[in-house]
């Protein structure tokens, strides 16, 4: 069964920094949109970023624009958001996505980060 | 405050019908498919209905969604205590250039 599991999460300081991975099992990883989806404690989901097949088409939130990168390497079958100077509202459970709009759609399981001094 | 719209709350008895709602505008859901998950406490989404009505393989046929114009809805059919769920309806916004999600229902079942 194709699952994709998310690591990387942490507390981490204001202002520091964290990158969360997302490892696929299946092979059809290179031929999908990836996203990353977070919520917040006791909150809605919110949609942070997205990428293509290919790694060259990106789109974030405004609110993490200059701040994350989201990328891949679909060799290694694996997603990626560099998290630069975090804030306190970047609290949440981080979810990468497969096909999010599609009939492919898979998510991962959810990967905690914690803003916090 | 969620660019799409959906009712905070919902409830019905077992054996109901159930209709969540879900607001949007020409930019996303006017121009766009929409998704539908469901999520449980302490888990992650799962994926109900994309492309406006079309349900993935498993899930059960009393789930279908629907869309007209700048709203969709997803309607569930014979309730069932299992249903009891948080649910997100979901779409691209061509406009922000954004995947927005509603603000999620919680459905009760009473």
């Known amino acids: 069964e194709e699952q994709l599991v998310e690591s990387g999460g942490d507390l981490v300081q204001p202002g520091g920094c964290l990158r969360l991975?997302?490892?696929?099992?299946?092979?059809?990883?290179?031929?999908?949109?990836m996203d990353w989806v977070r919520q917040a404690p006791g909150k809605g989901l919110e949609w942070v970023a997205n990428i293509n097949e290919d790694g060259n088409k990106k789109n974030y939130v405004d609110s993490v624009k200059g701040r994350f990168t989201i990328s891949r390497d679909n060799a290694k079958k694996s997603l990626y958001l560099q998290m630069n100077d975090l804030r306190a509202e970047d609290t949440a459970v981080y979810y990468c996505?497969?096909?999010?709009?599609?009939?492919?759609?898979?998510w991962g399981q959810g990967i905690l980060v914690t803003v916090s001094s | 405050q969620s660019v799409l719209t959906q009712p905070p709350s919902a409830s019905g008895t077992p054996g109901q019908r159930v209709i969540i709602s879900c607001f949007g505008s020409t930019s996303n859901i006017g121009s766009n498919t929409v998704s539908w998950f469901h999520q449980l406490p302490g888990t992650a989404p799962k994926l109900l209905i994309y492309?406006?009505?079309q349900r993935p393989s498993g899930v059960p046929d009393r789930f279908s969604g629907s869309k007209s114009g700048t709203s969709a809805s997803l309607a569930i059919n014979g309730l069932q205590s299992e249903d009891e769920s948080d649910y997100y309806c979901a779409a691209w916004d061509g406009r922000l250039n954004v995947v927005v999600f509603g603000g999620g229902t919680k459905l009760t079942v009473l």
């Open positions: 492309s406006n009505n």
């Open positions: 991975s997302c490892a696929g099992s299946g092979s059809t990883f290179s031929t999908h949109w």
């Open positions: 996505a497969r096909d999010l709009m599609g009939a492919s759609c898979l």
